[in-house]
């Protein structure tokens, strides 16, 4: 938390502006001044996945939280599509991609916006990109109270099959809007949360990207919410599939969507199936802290760090050679590819 040093001043409120009256100084005459202050809070990030959307995708959904108050929102879903046209997630082309059925690839429905609006449109006629619809729900969203946006879905599903949606979230065409806003409510409930640093939401910036920080079996979802050049909060997870009825699959694996999923294999969150991972972490590589602590160790260690200063962290453990301890630098972290997430989370933090 930022501090000014300050002459003495009586705030009369807590809100972002509050008007500062001085103290005598040398017998000279009190003045007034108008000071700006930020309402420092401390910001989280809740981590849920969901199926706002039919059977044929998931959904990632990311809510920044101060209190009971959405800072913002970040939502992705994907989805398996034939063709060529598409740019699959990351390692889709790479030992990932041996889970995908024949014909087809596992797309982020935000990173390929362009080509699945197309598809909207020649379906649907929609005239506004998938991109920007979910943009405006999210705006939507921003600043309000759980309790807030549950009027908004009640709104919604008060308009009947004839009502025009962006009469109630100004910019969105999609029919399951409301679906969405559930989706954001139930991530702010009951998401798995990541605690950052203190920051004046004003100033915050959601950033979100997919990436491989591990290998070439799975891909990431990488999240950041910045205040300038500072990382205030991160949340990481990672996909993969894996073999085994020990596993809780994404939400509709065992609906259309896995009909897109090789046989034989189920696609997970490992964030979700941190006891059942680190099990295996375990019996391979004998490992003794969990997926998820390891996963908050490296998340904790990033909040309230520049991204110059994280650069200077992956350096410093990938000096640190094979024998090195990557607890010396990342405490609670054993993961050996602990650079490798820092580095995720600098690259989305600069993008």
């Given at each position: 938390?930022?501090?000014?040093?300050?002459?003495?001043?009586?705030?009369?409120?807590a809100?972002?502006?509050?008007?500062?009256?001085s103290?005598?100084v040398n017998?000279?005459?009190?003045?007034a001044e108008?000071?700006?202050?930020?309402?420092?809070?401390?910001?989280?990030?809740?981590?849920?996945?969901?199926a706002?959307?039919?059977?044929k995708?998931f959904?990632?959904?990311?809510v920044?939280?101060?209190?009971?108050?959405?800072?913002?929102a970040?939502?992705?879903?994907?989805?398996?599509?034939?063709g060529?046209?598409?740019?699959?997630?990351?390692?889709?082309?790479?030992?990932?991609?041996?889970?995908f059925?024949?014909?087809?690839?596992?797309?982020?429905?935000?990173?390929?916006?362009?080509?699945?609006?197309?598809?909207?449109?020649?379906?649907a006629?929609?005239?506004?990109?998938y991109?920007?619809?979910l943009n405006?729900i999210?705006d939507?969203?921003?600043?309000?109270t759980?309790?807030?946006?549950?009027?908004?879905?009640?709104?919604?599903?008060?308009l009947?099959?004839?009502g025009?949606?962006?009469?109630?979230?100004?910019?969105?065409?999609?029919?399951?809007?409301?679906?969405?806003l559930?989706?954001?409510?139930?991530?702010a409930?009951?998401?798995t949360?990541f605690t950052?640093?203190?920051?004046?939401?004003a100033n915050?910036e959601?950033?979100q990207?997919?990436a491989?920080p591990?290998?070439?079996q799975?891909?990431?979802?990488?999240?950041?919410?910045?205040?300038?050049?500072?990382v205030?909060?991160?949340?990481?997870?990672?996909?993969?599939f894996?073999e085994?009825?020990?596993?809780?699959?994404?939400?509709?694996?065992?609906a259309?969507?896995?009909?897109?999923i090789?046989?034989?294999?189920?696609l997970?969150?490992k964030l979700?199936?941190?006891?059942?991972?680190?099990?295996?972490?375990t019996?391979?590589?004998?490992s003794?802290?969990?997926?998820?602590?390891?996963l908050?160790?490296i998340?904790?260690?990033?909040?309230?760090?520049?991204a110059a200063?994280?650069?200077?962290?992956?350096a410093?453990?990938?000096?640190?050679?094979e024998e090195?301890?990557?607890?010396d630098?990342?405490?609670?972290?054993?993961?050996?590819?602990?650079?490798?997430?820092?580095?995720?989370?600098?690259?989305?933090?600069?993008?």
């Amino acid at each position: 938390m930022k501090k000014k040093s300050l002459l003495p001043f009586v705030l009369l409120t807590a809100s972002s502006l509050a008007l500062a009256i001085s103290s005598p100084v040398n017998n000279a005459t009190p003045f007034a001044e108008i000071v700006a202050v930020q309402a420092q809070e401390t910001t989280t990030l809740k981590v849920a996945y969901l199926a706002p959307h039919g059977d044929k995708s998931f959904a990632s959904v990311v809510v920044a939280m101060q209190g009971d108050v959405v800072v913002d929102a970040q939502i992705d879903e994907f989805q398996f599509v034939e063709g060529d046209q598409w740019t699959g997630v990351p390692n889709a082309d790479a030992t990932f991609g041996e889970g995908f059925a024949d014909g087809v690839t596992l797309i982020s429905k935000r990173a390929d916006s362009e080509g699945y609006s197309a598809m909207m449109a020649d379906m649907a006629d929609s005239t506004v990109t998938y991109e920007d619809n979910l943009n405006a729900i999210e705006d939507f969203a921003k600043g309000k109270t759980v309790a807030e946006i549950d009027e908004g879905i009640t709104a919604l599903n008060d308009l009947g099959e004839d009502g025009n949606v962006s009469d109630v979230v100004s910019g969105a065409t999609l029919a399951d809007s409301a679906g969405y806003l559930q989706a954001i409510i139930d991530a702010a409930n009951e998401g798995t949360e990541f605690t950052g640093a203190e920051a004046d939401a004003a100033n915050l910036e959601l950033k979100q990207a997919v990436a491989a920080p591990h290998g070439d079996q799975s891909f990431a979802i990488v999240t950041t919410a910045v205040d300038g050049d500072k990382v205030v909060v991160a949340a990481l997870d990672e996909f993969q599939f894996v073999e085994g009825d020990q596993w809780s699959g994404v939400p509709n694996a065992d609906a259309p969507f896995g009909e897109g999923i090789a046989e034989g294999v189920t696609l997970v969150s490992k964030l979700e199936n941190s006891e059942a991972y680190s099990q295996l972490m375990t019996d391979i590589a004998g490992s003794t802290v969990p997926y998820a602590e390891n996963l908050q160790a490296i998340t904790q260690f990033a909040a309230g760090k520049t991204a110059a200063e994280l650069e200077e962290a992956v350096a410093e453990l990938q000096d640190l050679g094979e024998e090195g301890n990557v607890a010396d630098v990342v405490s609670g972290s054993t993961l050996a590819d602990t650079s490798g997430y820092l580095q995720a989370i600098v690259d989305v933090a600069n993008q």
